[in-house]
């Protein structure tokens, strides 16, 4: 009776475990079928250009629906090699990755050498000679870290005349500003490259310890604005300076569209 029941309990590990394998399999081929089709959608618009809005917004989403594909296949496989370590009649399941390209050649190399024997752990000797190394690598960042800059301006008085001179107040982009340029370059990216809103560029701020209000960037992007007021204006000149301007009507045609049915 007893090895009945573990004779079952092991016919129903493995069944689970080629059940998760298979849901892996299946999960691994979707992901494989959206990459795909977002690959053709992709050399469309290269091809054609884009159409319209919603083709944009239909990229947008299969790029999404591929992330989230991608992540439930590699939960399924972690859970498919785990079910399939219990038993010995089911091969671990293993999905098939691209090639991971090397790191770039710009990035700095942190180098940790691994204490080696000092003696030999078979015989116990200490005639150790090097054949060689292994080296391993392994990708990390090291998160945002904020500072402040205090600008020291000495007084110094005349023995003399008793004139007081001190070097002139650091220059900063915005007036009365207190945000330095690397600062201020990184909230207009965040906003207008990234499309972040200030609400959200304000709370992940306060999450590091950092308190900006949604009023105080607002400011600060004000004035950044009115600050490269100048470079606008030649950027604007050189492009009407074109005899032909292109641009994507699509938003102008979707608004006339809704003025006719108003009317």
């Known amino acids: 009776m007893i090895l009945a029941e573990r004779a079952a309990r092991l016919q129903a590990e493995a069944v689970a475990a080629s059940a ?5 399999d299946a999960k691994a081929a979707e992901a494989l ?14 091809i054609y250009g884009s159409r319209s809005e919603r083709k944009a917004r239909l990229l947008e989403q299969m790029e999404l629906e591929l992330e989230e594909l991608e992540a439930t296949a ?16 089911v091969r671990s ?8 390209q090397p790191f770039p050649d710009h990035l700095p190399r942190e180098r940790v050498v691994v204490a080696a024997p000092q003696s030999c752990p078979c015989c116990g000797s200490s005639k150790l000679s090097k054949l060689g190394e292994d080296i391993t690598e392994t990708l990390e960042v090291v998160p945002r870290q ?25 220059f900063h982009v915005t007036p009365r500003g207190f945000a330095g340029p690397n600062l201020l370059a990184m909230i207009l990216f965040e906003k207008f490259g990234q499309h972040q809103p200030l609400n959200r560029q304000s709370e992940r701020y306060a999450r590091e310890g950092i308190v900006l209000s949604l009023s105080t960037l607002a400011d600060q992007v004000g004035a950044c604005a009115a600050a490269l007021q ?14 032909r301007l292109h641009g994507d009507d699509s ?8 003025m006719i049915e108003m009317i």
Do not use: M
Not at 146 to 170: D, G, H, L, M, Y
Not at 230 to 240: F, S, W
């Open 93 to 100: 399941f293993e999905r098939k990755r691209p090639s991971r």
């Open 74 to 89: 590699t939960e399924d496989e972690l859970a498919a090699e785990r079910a399939a370590a219990k038993t010995q009649t």
């Open 20 to 24: 998760k394998a298979e849901a892996a």
């Open 146 to 170: 904020w500072k402040v800059i205090q600008t020291v301006r000495e007084k110094f008085s005349c023995r003399n005349c008793e004139t007081i001179t001190q070097p002139p107040a650091p």
């Open 230 to 243: 100048p470079l606008y204006g030649l950027i604007e000149r050189h492009v009407l300076s074109a005899e």
């Open 33 to 46: 079928i959206s990459y795909l089709k977002l690959e053709i959608e992709k050399l469309r618009r290269q």
């Open 251 to 258: 938003v102008l045609q979707k608004h006339t569209e809704r």
